[in-house]
Nanobody, 123 residues
Framework: QVQLVESGGGLVQAGDSLRLSCAGSGGTFSSYGMGWFRQAPGKEREFVAAISQDGDNINYANSVKGRFTTTRDNSKNTVYLQMNSLKPEDTAVYYC????????????????WGQGTQVTVSS
């Protein structure tokens, strides 16, 4: 059983940056591919980014490519999402998740989820 805790969300203005962190515990963190998803009010949860167990392979949604970067530090059991040039449409609750797959984009392949952290971008 893996527990995930996100942090780093907040209220920022358009064009600002935020870095989200997701700390894992209770399992072998390095054996899991990690993903970031987000859910805006009234919308379905959508894929943001995913990183393989060793950090060498990464997927990004087209909507965030070039602005967001995900990395991981297995020595700290933590995955990060650096978000730059934030836009109002990035406003959502952001979740990290763990999967046995390498860098999956489908939320159904993720077994463990954090509680989410709110990101609000004002115009």
């Amino acid at each position: 059983q893996v527990q995930l805790v996100e942090s780093g969300g907040g209220l920022v203005q358009a064009g600002d940056s935020l870095r989200l962190s997701c700390a894992g515990s209770g399992g072998t963190f390095s054996s899991y591919g990690m993903g970031w998803f987000r859910q805006a009010p009234g919308k379905e949860r959508e894929f943001v980014a995913a990183i393989s167990q060793d950090g060498d392979n990464i997927n990004y949604a087209n909507s965030v490519k070039g602005r967001f970067t995900t990395t991981r530090d297995n020595s700290k059991n933590t995955v990060y999402l650096q978000m730059n040039s934030l836009k109002p449409e990035d406003t959502a609750v952001y979740y990290c998740a763990a999967s046995r797959m390498a860098f999956a984009t489908n939320s159904r392949t993720y077994d463990y989820w954090g509680q989410g952290t709110q990101v609000t971008v004002s115009s």
